[in-house]
């Protein structure tokens, strides 16, 4: 546990947060935006060097490989690990916040910021179109869910889906900063001042004006889950099961989304915890914060190995031809050894970290599970994708897979872009944090109005406040 | 918690003991008309047992029918104590207090239920034991244990022992409530079963941290059970919609919206036939209702999922029973009120706040909701079964006999016979659940707003 975490007593109880006043919340939130420039900016200029390099290696790598799109699994990989973090990160923010959780109020402005990455999966995301097949190869229809579509719906579909979910995000971050583009106008200088000016739209905070804004949260949280998956549906199908001969997996689009809201859910507590450490954040980012988000990752690291051995079992025990190709594609094949040691990182490390109430009750614990998780993540990302386009595009229209392909191995061009796409992806988050506060300042109002802390019988409590 | 109302615990322990110390005049009369059923039921059953499995409309090849749907059915409406009880408490949802126990009840008869139908459908239900005590190894013929035939009973009966345990921890402090207010063999029955419980601050942090624990420990057999139920067919790729890979928790989450809106069945009948107006108030179904709008729409999802993948592999007999599962009499007109029952009209209704609000409405669309998912096992099993296919040599559509159809009526006069004899020993609504809820709500004023609030302790 961390010594500098406020609300602990010396004797490692728990105190409930305390009620810090309105102006010093929106003093200290705002002066975040200035806090740090000078390193934020030599990390900018580092990630965006990365960035342009990466982008360079991806339009060599489409050039020297654009006949060949066995070798595209680690693009791949790269774009569903980047729109499975940043595409699940802002559900963070939607899902507790429908179902009335106060403890998620100073989380919903971190996890929204995640919507900005998707502009790089926007970039990222075009040659990969252009080595997508058609849904016709060689004369003939392959499979996929288009059926009887345009042959260059998945191509055009996708591609639309994928901008509406950015879309959206962006709106849902927008629509939830509008007040603290109004206090950037009232308590900043120079441009940040002239910034929060334009960008806030007249907003005073009267009631309409509030009730618009709950009502846009709302709507626009609501349509960006269906999107989420959605999206995670067509990505998954498009992009990896329609690729592979014979492989039919109902559950691959949800297990898809599931982990993709792990991957989420662990972008934020990482981000969480640098920003609380970094802007010195301890008054309003308490170990409730991580507590909650910490059992959260418990539930949905569960929900890996269910999603998981959901698909395996009936595999394994079908015994068809076309599941053990499955098998042997996905699990024993090429990649086993990334497999295993994806599976260790995504579920057994993290679920026995996590499992420990003394660990998620703390502000040190969560980030080790939250990091454990994205390497995970990633490594299954690898497994997927690069097996799944390794696939010789001949075989598309076997019943099965009968030959099992060869281990593909990334060369310099994909480690160039996988450490471009990643920096280019994260540039724009580092990067806002010197335009509005990392924290909402009017949701850490609001959580304060909401929780007071109380003495209950012989101990502490928090009396909080459920408006409908 | 909107309609919240300070009750004294006096009036609590009065109201909600009603069923206990002064019976309702309806109640005997309903349970020997029950009773009738019930045992109706049995005799329908015994002719089944001595007579054989041809009194039933099964044979080659559809030999899973109406007996198997209703297992599926019942371990489906069992899904509601833990969903109820276990998450919403991990969940720390106020809400859920008064609906608590009747949801346990209902987890534990209607797997009580759910296990006679196997025992049914084996025909000859003593050889069942060959299953547990493999009679001659020798020749090879013992149970194999990699089945999911016998994965299902384990997963059951761990179910059913777990889910038992689990009503009766939470029991514990009614029953020292009901020693102290009966005389004779009740006194000496409520003593035995009260385990000692006075009520110190010892007692109570023990039974909480047992609910906790069992909870947590009910969850992962609570998903369990119905992906074991639901991999007795997934993994068999012979069937033609069967073999699908989201089978696990597509039953599982249909299994949360069967039982959910089961609770929500009984929740109304509760409430017009105790008269606990002040306890099972109108937010109660809202809560509900919107619940079971997530879920109902995740298992639309997962519907559309299992279909949409079903016709993805374009193979030519799966295609052929999606055909006849969606278009061919009589199985289109089956599958059109499977989905206007389970989620159409249901859906529909929730949307609107008003009948969020409205009892009579709940219990009807609740009810609608159990027609639909009865169906939606029905659809799963039977048209796979049922399809023709090449070397088949005997054809003849599958059409349960009257006797299936006694038994099934019978399953739910049994279960509804079985919850109101426990009406009659045990309240239905725990009352130290009430009376914490009392003690850990409250109303703040935020500005010029009265806002409902919760209290959480901190470590």
């Known amino acids: ?468 | 918690m909107q309609q919240r109302r300070d009750l004294n615990q006096v009036h609590t322990n009065k109201v909600l003991l009603n069923g206990q110390l002064n019976v309702p005049k309806w109640w005997a009369p309903t349970v020997a008309l029950l009773g009738i059923m019930v045992l109706i039921g049995f005799t329908a059953i015994g002719i089944m047992v001595n007579k054989g499995l041809g009194v039933t409309g099964l044979s080659r090849p559809v030999y899973w029918g109406l007996f198997i749907t209703t297992f599926v059915f019942w371990v489906g409406i069992s899904h509601a104590g833990i969903m109820i009880s276990a998450i919403l408490r991990l969940t720390q949802a106020e809400w859920r207090r008064p609906v608590t126990r009747a949801a346990e009840l209902l987890t534990v008869f209607s797997l009580l239920t759910a296990l006679f139908f196997p025992l049914m459908h084996a025909g000859r239900p003593w050889r069942i034991i060959y299953y547990i005590i493999p009679y001659d190894f020798s020749r090879g013929i013992y149970p194999n244990i990699r089945s999911p035939l016998i994965w299902d009973p384990v997963a059951i009966s761990t179910y059913l022992t777990g889910s038992t345990l689990f009503l009766y921890v939470a029991l514990i402090p009614d029953l020292g409530n009901l020693r102290d207010r009966t005389t004779g063999w009740k006194n000496a029955l409520y003593t035995i079963l009260a385990l000692g419980w006075r009520g110190n601050p010892r007692q109570w942090q023990m039974q909480t941290i047992g609910g906790i624990l069992l909870s947590a420990l009910m969850l992962p057999i609570f998903v369990s059970v119905h992906s074991i139920v639901s991999w007795d067919f997934a993994i068999i790729p012979s069937v033609e919609g069967w073999h699908s890979t989201i089978f696990a928790p597509y039953f599982v989450i249909g299994a949360v919206h069967s039982g959910v809106s089961a609770v929500v069945t009984m929740m109304a009948l509760m409430r017009w036939l105790w008269k606990w107006d002040d306890f099972i108030r109108p937010e109660h179904f809202d809560a509900l209702a919107r619940l079971l709008i997530v879920v109902a729409t995740a298992w639309l999802g997962f519907t559309f999922l299992e279909l949409i993948f079903a016709v993805y592999g374009l193979d030519a007999p799966e295609l052929a029973l999606r055909e006849m599962q969606i278009f061919h009499w009589p199985w289109n007109l089956l599958f059109i009120i499977f989905l206007f029952t389970g989620y159409i009209i249901p859906v529909g209704m929730w949307l609107f706040k008003s009948v969020r609000s409205n009892i009579a409405l709940m219990f009807w669309s609740s009810i609608l909701v159990n027609i639909g998912m009865w169906l939606e096992r029905y659809l799963i099993i039977v048209p796979g079964l049922a399809r023709k296919q090449p070397f088949v040599f005997t054809w003849e559509a599958y059409r349960p006999s009257g006797l299936e159809w006694l038994i099934l009526v019978w399953s739910f006069a049994w279960v509804t016979f079985l919850m109101l004899l426990f009406s009659r020993f045990f309240p239905l609504v725990p009352l130290f659940e009430q009376k914490e809820s009392q003690v850990f709500t409250d109303d703040v004023k935020i500005g010029r707003a009265k806002v409902p609030a919760i209290i959480r302790e901190i470590d």
Do not use: C
């Open chain 1, 1 to 468: 546990m961390s010594k500098t975490d406020t609300n602990t007593h010396n004797k490692g109880h728990h105190l409930p947060p305390k009620n810090v006043p309105f102006n010093e919340i929106t003093k200290d939130l705002i002066a975040t935006t200035v806090t740090g420039s000078k390193k934020i900016k030599q990390i900018s200029i580092l990630l965006s060097i990365l960035s342009i390099i990466g982008i360079i290696a991806l339009i060599v790598k489409y050039f020297a490989d654009h006949d060949d799109s066995t070798k595209w699994g680690y693009v791949a990989a790269l774009i569903s690990f980047l729109l499975s973090v940043g595409g699940g990160a802002p559900m963070v923010g939607i899902a507790p916040v429908l179902a009335k959780a106060n403890w998620v109020r100073p989380v919903t402005r971190i996890s929204a910021i995640f919507s900005l990455t998707g502009v790089s999966t926007l970039i990222l995301i075009i040659p990969l179109m252009m080595m997508l097949p058609p849904l016709m190869v060689d004369g003939v229809r392959r499979r996929s869910i288009w059926f009887e579509g345009p042959i260059y719906s998945p191509h055009v579909w996708d591609y639309v889906a994928l901008m509406g979910l950015v879309l959206t995000g962006l709106a849902l971050f927008y629509s939830a900063a509008l007040p603290d583009f109004a206090a950037m106008r009232e308590h900043s200088s120079g441009w940040r001042k002239n910034l929060g000016k334009t960008l806030s739209r007249g907003w005073i905070g009267t009631d309409s004006q509030w009730r618009t804004l709950r009502m846009r949260i709302g709507m626009f949280g609501t349509f960006y889950f269906l999107i989420l998956i959605f999206v995670n549906f067509l990505f998954a199908t498009d992009f990896a099961m329609s690729m592979v001969p014979g492989w039919r997996d109902a559950i691959f689009p949800m297990y898809h989304a599931i982990t993709s809201l792990q991957g989420g859910v662990a972008i934020v507590v990482a981000s969480l915890w640098i920003i609380r450490k970094y802007f010195k954040l301890e008054k309003y980012i308490h170990v409730d914060q991580f507590w909650s988000l910490s059992r959260l990752l418990f539930a949905l690291t569960l929900l890996w190995i269910y999603f998981f051995y959901s698909a395996f079992i009936v595999f394994w025990y079908g015994r068809s031809a076309n599941d053990i190709a499955w098998i042997e594609l996905l699990i024993t094949g090429p990649m086993m050894w990334v497999f295993l040691t994806g599976a260790f990182f995504i579920w057994i490390a993290p679920w026995w970290w996590l499992i420990w109430n003394k660990v998620r009750r703390s502000v040190n614990g969560p980030i080790i599970g939250a990091i454990l998780i994205l390497i995970g993540l990633f490594l299954d990302r690898l497994r997927l994708f690069v097996t799944a386009w390794s696939v010789p595009t001949e075989s598309i229209h076997e019943k099965y897979l009968k030959i099992i392909p060869e281990l593909v191995l990334p060369n310099y061009l994909d480690i160039l872009i996988i450490i471009g796409g990643i920096s280019l992806a994260f540039l724009p988050v580092l990067l806002i944090s010197r335009v509005i506060p990392v924290l909402s300042i009017w949701e850490v109002q609001q959580f304060n109005l909401l929780a007071k802390p109380i003495k209950y019988m012989k101990t502490h409590g928090v009396l909080v406040a459920k408006p409908d």
